[in-house]
Nanobody, 124 residues
Framework: QVQLVESGGGSVQAGGSLRLSCSVS????????MSWYRQAPGKELEFVSK??????????DSVKGRFTISLDNSNHMLHMLYLQMNDLKPEDTAMYYC???????????????WGQGTQVTVSS
């Protein structure tokens, strides 16, 4: 079982910054990649950024150059996933979720895990 808990959301003005955190605890034999997703009211879930088990990152075009994903693995009992968000825009307003997913190819019994989300609100 893997547990994810997000924090760091809040309300900021356009142009401001926030850093989201996601604590990842628990045990799994599966190799995992970690991601951030977001969902704005009335819209579908949207991929934001991902870091794989080799440290390689990918991001959505809408956040490239503004958001940075990082991972702190220094504590083997508790991993910390971060999303540094700069130059925030009103369209970044959403609930942000962290997610772990098995690194492909993965055994059939490996699964995704999600956090409960943290709200980010950007005012103009």
């Amino acid at each position: 079982q893997v547990q994810l808990v997000e924090s760091g959301g809040g309300s900021v003005q356009a142009g401001g910054s926030l850093r989201l955190s996601c604590s990842v605890s628990g045990t799994t034999y599966c190799s995992i990649d970690m991601s951030w997703y977001r969902q704005a009211p009335g819209k579908e879930l949207e991929f934001v950024s991902k870091i794989d088990n080799r440290g390689r990152t990918t991001s959505a075009d809408s956040v490239k150059g503004r958001f940075t994903i990082s991972l702190d693995n220094s504590n083997h009992m508790l991993h910390m996933l971060y999303l540094q968000m700069n130059d925030l825009k009103p369209e970044d307003t959403a609930m942000y979720y962290c997610k772990t997913e098995p690194t492909p190819p993965a055994p059939a019994d490996c699964r995704d895990y999600w956090g409960q989300g943290t709200q980010v609100t950007v005012s103009s």
